[in-house]
Nanobody, 129 residues
């Protein structure tokens, strides 16, 4: 059974940091685009950052460039999102998602030109004082 399980969300003050983790099971992330998407109340889902499990190439949305860093540990079948300098506008449910690289590029999945095939259940991130 294919699963993506997110963890690491929570409540943090503006300017603080969080690290999200996405653990994959039921398949190996050998040749996948894996990424983080978020959805705030009343808004559509947007791509935050995505990475290639093959060569480590990355894509970041404009709103998080310079603040967020995506990384992967193929041995642990896990992808991380380090979020620094958090703002109230970052408040959302964050989802991990994946699509085979033979069916997309990293950027095309992140901008939803090619939608992810596998999704996690989401983890809440709230940035508030």
């Amino acid at each position: 059974q294919v699963q993506l399980v997110e963890s690491g969300g929570g409540l943090v003050q503006p300017g603080g940091s969080l690290r999200l983790s996405c653990a994959a099971s039921g398949f190996t992330l050998d040749y996948y685009a894996i990424g983080w998407f978020r959805q705030a109340p009343g808004k559509g889902r947007e791509g935050v950052s995505c990475i290639s499990s093959s060569d480590g190439s990355t894509y970041y949305g404009d709103s998080v460039k310079g603040r967020f860093t995506i990384s992967r540990d193929n041995a642990k079948n896990t992808v991380y999102l380090q979020m620094n300098s958090l703002k109230p506008d970052d408040t959302a449910v964050y989802y991990c998602a994946a699509r085979p690289l033979r069916r997309t590029t990293v950027k095309d999945m992140c901008v939803m030109r090619n939608a992810p095939i596998y999704w996690g259940q989401g983890t809440q991130v709230t940035v508030s004082s």
